[in-house]
C-alpha cells in the first residue's frame, strides 16, 4: 500500500514563502521611502531652497551693474530695462544648468543733499524644484511643529507669495498664479548707496610727494564747530579724534611723505620713506584702490541757463531761480580766461515784497581750460549760500589765493576734472601761491586722471582726489570730516541687505 | 503474514525530535535576534537621518537670519545666539499700521540717516529680536517673544555659534553636533563624527 504526500504540506512551505517576501518587502519599502524622502528633501527641496537665493542674489548683482552704470557708463545704463512708475525693471533672466530664474526691480527711491540718488533692488530668484512632486518634507519634531515648512516654502501648483501679498508683496494684485513646475522663490531687497569721492584729505591713484617739511594735514568735523588748530595736540579735547583723520590714501608702492600726517597713511603694496614718525595714525601698505575715469554727469535733469557762455573778465552770474541739488542751474562755458574773474551770487526770492537769500545751486561745465600759465590767474568768488560745482575738460591753473569760499565750508565748492578721452593727454592743475602767501581755499577737487600740484604754503580746507599728486610747500590741510558725504558719486555699493521670508 | 512498515509515515524518534526542535530553535532565536537587530538599526538609521536633516534645518535657519542681521551676538558658552533684524514689514500695531491699516502687511520704505559712522539705511526705528537657544531636546526660535521649536531630537542636538567681529566685515560660524542614539558608549568622538560646519557673513554689519 502507497500513501500519496498530502499536498497541504506543499502549500504551508509556498504560503511561508510568500509571508517571508511579503515581509522582507514591507520592510524593503519602508527604508525605500524612508530614503526617497530623505533624498527627495536633501537632493531637491533643500538644494532649491539654496539655489533661489543664489538666483536672487544674482538678479541684484545684475541691477547692481545697472546701477554702476548710471555713473561710470551713463549712455548704457537700464539700456534694455522697462522703466515704468518710477521703477526701472528687466525681463526674468534664465541661467546656469538648473533653469534658474531671476528678475530685478530698481528704483530710485531716495536722493541725497547732493542729488545722489539711492536705488532700492528688489528681486526675486525661482529654482525649480526637481524630483518627486509632493510635500514629502521630514518636519518630524513634534505633534505641532512643521519646521521645514516655516522655513521653506515651496509652491507645488500655485505661487503662494502671488497668491497672498500680490506680484510686489504690497497686498495689491493677490491672484492664482499657476506654476508649471514645483518651484521654490526667494525674495531679497538691496540698498545700493552712492560713493563719494572725498572720504580721505588726499587719494593720489599714482605717485605722491609732500608735504613740505613744516607742513601738516590734520582734520575736524565742521558740524562740531570750526577748525580749531590745537585741538589736534590736545587729547582731553573731545574733538580730538575727529583732528587725527586727515588720512593719505596712495594707489602706488612708494609713497614719500614729509611733513605731519595727523592720520593714516595707505599705500598699494609699498613702503613710505621720509618722515614715517611723523605719521600719527597706522600705516597700511596693502590697500589697493582704483580711480575710474570721471565722465559728465548727466545733464538732463538740470535746469539750462543759457547766457553767459564764457567768463571772460568779471563775470557775475545770479542764477533765475535757487534750484536743487539733484537740478542745479546749469551753465555751458566754452571758455575761462585767465583773467576770469566769475563770481556766482545766490538766487533771491521776493518773500512779503522782501528780498530773501536763498540757498542757490549752480553748476557749470567749461569745456576747456580754466586759465593758463601766464598772468595772475583766473578768480572764483562764492558766497555764502552758494553750491557751486565746476566741471572742467581741460586743465586748471590759478593760484590758490584766488579761489574764494566765503561760507569756509568745502563742500560748497566742488571742482570735477573731466577725464580726458584721449590717454595720451595729461590733464593738469596747477595751484601756484607766489611770495610767501598762506592765504588758501576752502573747496575740494575731484580729478582722478589730474597731475595735480601745489607750490606755496596756503591754508587749505577741503579734499583732492587726483592721479599724481606733487608739493613742497609748507601747506597747512585741514580735512573736514563731513566731506565724506559730500560730492558727486563716483560710484556704488551695496548697503544694506533683507530678505523677505514671506 | 507480517505486515512491513511503510518509511514515510514513520514518525521521528525522540532523539530525532530533540535535535530538530534544538536546531530549530536556535534558527528561530537567531532569526528573531536578526529582526530585532535589523529594527533597531533601521530606527537608529532612520533616527540618525532624521537628525540629520534637522542639523540642516538649524543651520538653513541661523543662516538666513544671520545674513540679514544687524547684528549677531553669541553667548558665552556659544549655545545661544541673539540677532537683531530690519523690521522690513509692517505689522499690526506698528505707528505706520495705526495711522493707515492699509499697510499692515507690506515691505517698508527705508529711510536713509548720516551718522558718525557714516550713511545708515534704517527699516524702522525698532528691529526685531531674534534668540536661538535649546531648551532639552529642542532647539528653539523666539522672535519678538514668539517661540518656535525648529529642531527636536533625543539625539541630543547641540548648536554651537562663534560670532567674530572684524574690522570691517563679521561672521557667524556655527557647527552642529549630536549623538547617535545606538552609539555604545556615548564617546566624544561619536558626537564629533556627526558635526556639520557653516559660516555666515552678515550683510548688513552694524556696531554701536
Not at chain 1, 612708494?254 to 595707505?266: E, L, Q
Not at chain 1, 554727469?297 to 545770479?318: E, R
Not at chain 2, 537567531?30 to 538609521?45: H, M, N, R, V, W
Amino acid at each position: 500500500m502507497r500513501i500519496s504526500q498530502r499536498t497541504s504540506e506543499c502549500g504551508n512551505v509556498l504560503l511561508c514563502v510568500l509571508c517571508t517576501i511579503l515581509v522582507v518587502s514591507i520592510i524593503g519599502g519602508n527604508v525605500l521611502l524612508n530614503c526617497m524622502t530623505r533624498y527627495n528633501v536633501v537632493s531637491s527641496q533643500v538644494r532649491s531652497w539654496k539655489e533661489s537665493l543664489d538666483a536672487a542674489e544674482t538678479g541684484g548683482d545684475i541691477a547692481y551693474a545697472e546701477v554702476r552704470k548710471t555713473i561710470l557708463d551713463p549712455t548704457h545704463a537700464f539700456s534694455s530695462w522697462t522703466y515704468s512708475g518710477g521703477a526701472y525693471t528687466n525681463s526674468p533672466v534664465t541661467y546656469g544648468t538648473d533653469n534658474l530664474t531671476t528678475s530685478s526691480r530698481a528704483d530710485p527711491f531716495y536722493y541725497d543733499g547732493n542729488g545722489n540718488a539711492w536705488y532700492r533692488i528688489r528681486t526675486k530668484g525661482t529654482a525649480p524644484v526637481l524630483g518627486l512632486k509632493r510635500v514629502g518634507m521630514d518636519d518630524r519634531m513634534g505633534p505641532n511643529t512643521r519646521g521645514d515648512s516655516l522655513l521653506r516654502k515651496i509652491d507645488f501648483n500655485y505661487d503662494h507669495f502671488v497668491a497672498t501679498y500680490g506680484p510686489n508683496g504690497d497686498g495689491i494684485g493677490q491672484t492664482l498664479l499657476p506654476v508649471s513646475t514645483p518651484q521654490v522663490s526667494r525674495r531679497i531687497e538691496l540698498i545700493a548707496a552712492p560713493i563719494t569721492p572725498f572720504e580721505a584729505a588726499i587719494k593720489a591713484g599714482g605717485t605722491f610727494y609732500g608735504l613740505g617739511s613744516a607742513a601738516y594735514i590734520d582734520s575736524f568735523r565742521s558740524s562740531t564747530g570750526p577748525y580749531d588748530a590745537s585741538v589736534k595736540t590736545n587729547p582731553s579735547d573731545p574733538r580730538y579724534a575727529d583732528s587725527h583723520a586727515g588720512t593719505v590714501q596712495i594707489d602706488a608702492s612708494v609713497a614719500t611723505i614729509m611733513g605731519y600726517i595727523y592720520g593714516n597713511v595707505y599705500t598699494n603694496g609699498g613702503t613710505v620713506t621720509k618722515n614715517t614718525t611723523s605719521i600719527s595714525g597706522i600705516i597700511d601698505n596693502n590697500v589697493p584702490f582704483s580711480l575710474s575715469p570721471f565722465i559728465m554727469p548727466s545733464t538732463s535733469l538740470w535746469n539750462f541757463v543759457s547766457s553767459p557762455t564764457a567768463v571772460t573778465g568779471s563775470t557775475n552770474i545770479t542764477p533765475p531761480a535757487p534750484g536743487t541739488a539733484e537740478s542745479p542751474n546749469y551753465y555751458l562755458m566754452t571758455s575761462f580766461a585767465t583773467n576770469g574773474n566769475l563770481t556766482v551770487n545766490p538766487a533771491t526770492t521776493v518773500v512779503n515784497g522782501v528780498p530773501q537769500v536763498q540757498e542757490t545751486y549752480v553748476a557749470i561745465h567749461v569745456t576747456g581750460d580754466i586759465g593758463t600759465s601766464s598772468g595772475s590767474g583766473p578768480m572764483i568768488t562764492i558766497p555764502a549760500h552758494v553750491h557751486l560745482d565746476v566741471y572742467f575738460d581741460g586743465n586748471f591753473q590759478t593760484k590758490a589765493e584766488n579761489i574764494i569760499n566765503t561760507s569756509g565750508y568745502a563742500g560748497n565748492l566742488q571742482f570735477y576734472g573731466i577725464s580726458p578721452t584721449d590717454p595720451s593727454v595729461q590733464q593738469t592743475v596747477n595751484l601756484n601761491s607766489g611770495g610767501g602767501s598762506t592765504a588758501g581755499f576752502s573747496a575740494v577737487f575731484y580729478t582722478p586722471s589730474a597731475n595735480f600740484t601745489i607750490n606755496g604754503g596756503p591754508d587749505i580746507t577741503g579734499a583732492i582726489v587726483c592721479k599724481n599728486f606733487y608739493t613742497n610747500g609748507n601747506v597747512h590741510w585741514h580735512y573736514d570730516r563731513t566731506l565724506d558725504s559730500e560730492g558727486n558719486a563716483v560710484d556704488y555699493r551695496v548697503i544694506s541687505y533683507v530678505e523677505d521670508i514671506r | 503474514m507480517k505486515l512491513k512498515t511503510s518509511q514515510s509515515i514513520a514518525g521521528f524518534t525522540l532523539s530525532e525530535m530533540l535535535v530538530s526542535l534544538s536546531l530549530s530553535s536556535i534558527v528561530l532565536a537567531a532569526a528573531i535576534t536578526c529582526g530585532i537587530s535589523l529594527q533597531k538599526s533601521f530606527a537608529a538609521t532612520d533616527n540618525y537621518f532624521s537628525t540629520q536633516m534637522q542639523q540642516i534645518r538649524i543651520i538653513d535657519y541661523l543662516n538666513r537670519d544671520v545674513k540679514r542681521g544687524l547684528i549677531v551676538t553669541t553667548s558665552v558658552d556659544l549655545q545661544s545666539v541673539t540677532l537683531n533684524l530690519p523690521n522690513y514689514i509692517i505689522q499690526a500695531g506698528d505707528p505706520e499700521a495705526i495711522a493707515d491699516p492699509e499697510t499692515i502687511g507690506t515691505p517698508r520704505t527705508p529711510t536713509v540717516v548720516y551718522t558718525a559712522s557714516g550713511w545708515q539705511v534704517n527699516y524702522s526705528p525698532s528691529t526685531t529680536t531674534v534668540v536661538y537657544s535649546i531648551s532639552g531636546n529642542s532647539i528653539l526660535r523666539t522672535e519678538n517673544g514668539v517661540v518656535t521649536t525648529i529642531a527636536s531630537s533625543t539625539d541630543q542636538l547641540v548648536p554651537a555659534t562663534t560670532d567674530v567681529d572684524l574690522a570691517n566685515t563679521e561672521y557667524a560660524s556655527t557647527s552642529v553636533t549630536f549623538s547617535p542614539i545606538f552609539t555604545s558608549s556615548g564617546a566624544v568622538a561619536e558626537r564629533t563624527g556627526t558635526s556639520l560646519y557653516a559660516t555666515a557673513y552678515l550683510r548688513n554689519k552694524r556696531r554701536g
